[in-house]
């Protein structure tokens, strides 16, 4: 399969996909997984399955899902090749007839062997390292090209990559979004390598067309570029990855770029993780107008929706876990995997009412797992806090321009009760912030800030990391660990 020339996941029909999904599935399955892969032959031996058992993504309920902490064992999920098997399989035979033994060897180590690596951030657990070969950097390469094209960029247009270098797959799926579109794209590096004012300086000569970036590293950049009455009028999107992007985010992002001259910006979030070794994005929406979902690639992967309680697929449009099965990958593969991630409408196969595709979507906030915490705020009981609201939360309060939520022990005291702390920047002419904010608490949510502390723009900055960490810092616990949970 070619994947430079595949267009037909814009605009094929449900049963299309599911169609041809099904055949790549059953030849990734029975010629690269179960062959080579060592997780998955010994999954497929418990459960007493075949790779002719799997003719379907609806056959995929048959095989268990993959969960985070078997990625552990690293070499497992990679594609290692028996070359005695190798040779035997009919691909292979047809290669060495077209191209010769010598040929055939040149192809086949460019599709498997490994040359590449990302990782997953560590935080919350060990790094996991996810390997691609050649024909792995083509994906994303087709991927970065399809991010694009779903963005509504032009060749012609000037972008900027201000993610932090570093083996994470943001950086990359954007450093060859650009390769692949064949246009001109300025790799910061973010605020750890050049600084915020940096890359303010930089963008200001360039004066590009679109912004890659996290969204609260590029809100610090957008206020220190209005601080210096800088004018970026060329400035049409934004794209932003890395973290969620609440309404609230989105509305100040708007109003900041208006104050440096861009008054019609397009803002669209991106979606992906390390697992999946590539990223979806939104289209553009008209302003005011919901979004119109994460776009996915049928023809790379296949998403599902289970009840995270039952592990059941769910309805069309219907909220749940995402869970990713990889379809022609090689190097680090996965099958079902549990992403931790609550989708909150689900997955629709609908066209997409702004750009019209019919590929599916995902759609509504992605919140994850992990960011429900227990908290004991009291002497009697535990508290489960979904951060995720309050990140939402807090970003759509009027006034608020930056933020952080920490959680401590009392008097530093393990024993002790937790505490919530808000930190807050107000917008100028803002009066009354912190009433604002603990009405804001009591009015959606069942716990109130222990404190809230207002600070200068300077010391929120340094508090969240800004230009010092790989990703900025708004919720941080600083329990000690074994309370973290």
Known sequence: MNLRQTTWWENASTDEIHHRQGIIL???LKNRVLPFTRHYQNVFKAAGLEAQDIQSTDDLTKVPFTGKAELSE??????????ALLKKQWSTI???LRHGSKGAKRLLERELRPIFMTSTTGRSSASIP????????DRLETSGRRLMQVCSSK???RHINAFPFAPHLA????????LGFNTFTLSTGGGKTMGTDGNVRVISKLNPDAIIAMPTFLYHMLQEAAEQNVQWTNLKSLVLGGEKVPEGMRR???ELCANIGARHVSIMSTYGFTEAKIAWSECPAPEGQVSGGFHIYPDMGFVEVIDPATGERVPDGQPGEIVFTQLDARGSIVLRYRTGDLIENGITYEPCPYCGRTCPRLLGKISRVADIHHLNLDKLKGTLVDFNQLEHLIDDTPGIGAWQIEIRKHNDDPLDVDELIVHAVGLNGTKNLKETIKHRFQQKVEITPNAIE??????????QGVGKELKEQKVIDHRPKGDQS
Do not use: C, N
């Open 454 to 463: 207002l600070h200068s723009w300077k010391e929120m900055r340094k508090l």
């Open 171 to 178: 950086f990359w799926q954007a450093h060859y979004a650009g």
């Open 74 to 83: 690293t070499r497992d999920f990679v594609i290692v090749p028996d070359e």
């Open 252 to 254: 100040k992002l708007r």
């Open 26 to 28: 059953s030849h990734f």
């Open 94 to 96: 047809k290669l060495a």
């Open 155 to 157: 060749p012609e247009h």
């Open 130 to 137: 996810f390997l691609y070969t050649q024909h792995d950097l």
